[in-house]
């Protein structure tokens, strides 16, 4: 991949990432917990997504566009630990974790409570997770 198609696929993950907080915001203030969780999970997911496609030596694959969800604290700590400080790196790693564990119980557990304290630490959690990705940028 190019230069400028990394370049290309950055920004518009930046654009999701944005867009995705924002409706996780609106869904909290609606009282739409759940969906707040899921989106507040992929606006951290697509924010290190467009840290991480700018690396040359980060490969996704399947023709995918971006890294597997499963795998993203891992890539992220192997891929970003020479442009980070170590403990930054530890601490988006542990608030990825957190936020996809969050997700799934959102997305997939419907007997599991959701509510707003979850969502907002979750928005919070996102809210770390971006300016820290985005500062590296």
């Given at each position: 991949?190019?230069?400028?198609?990394?370049?290309?696929?950055?920004?518009?993950?930046?654009?999701?990432?944005?867009?995705?907080?924002?409706?996780?915001?609106?869904?909290?203030?609606?009282?739409?917990?759940?969906?707040?969780?899921?989106?507040?999970?992929?606006?951290?997911?697509?924010?290190?997504?467009?840290?991480?496609?700018l690396d040359?030596?980060?490969?996704?694959?399947?023709?995918?566009?971006?890294?597997?969800?499963e795998t993203?604290?891992?890539?992220?700590?192997?891929?970003?630990?020479?442009?980070?400080?170590?403990?930054?790196?530890?601490?988006?790693?542990?608030?990825?974790?957190?936020?996809?564990?969050?997700?799934?119980?959102?997305?997939?557990?419907?007997?599991?409570?959701?509510?707003?304290?979850?969502?907002?630490?979750?928005?919070?959690?996102?809210?770390?997770?971006?300016?820290?990705?985005?500062?590296?940028?």
């Amino acid at each position: 991949m190019t230069r400028g198609r990394r370049r290309e696929l950055s920004i518009a993950w930046d654009a999701a990432a944005s867009d995705a907080l924002g409706a996780a915001e609106a869904l909290r203030r609606s009282g739409h917990f759940r969906s707040c969780v899921s989106r507040a999970y992929y606006a951290a997911y697509s924010y290190v997504a467009a840290s991480l496609v700018l690396d040359p030596g980060v490969v996704f694959r399947d023709g995918r566009q971006g890294p597997p969800h499963e795998t993203l604290p891992d890539l992220l700590g192997e891929r970003m630990v020479a442009r980070m400080a170590p403990r930054a790196v530890s601490s988006i790693r542990r608030d990825l974790r957190v936020l996809y564990a969050a997700r799934i119980t959102a997305d997939y557990l419907p007997d599991h409570r959701v509510d707003e304290g979850l969502a907002v630490s979750m928005l919070r959690l996102a809210t770390m997770v971006a300016r820290s990705v985005r500062r590296d940028a």
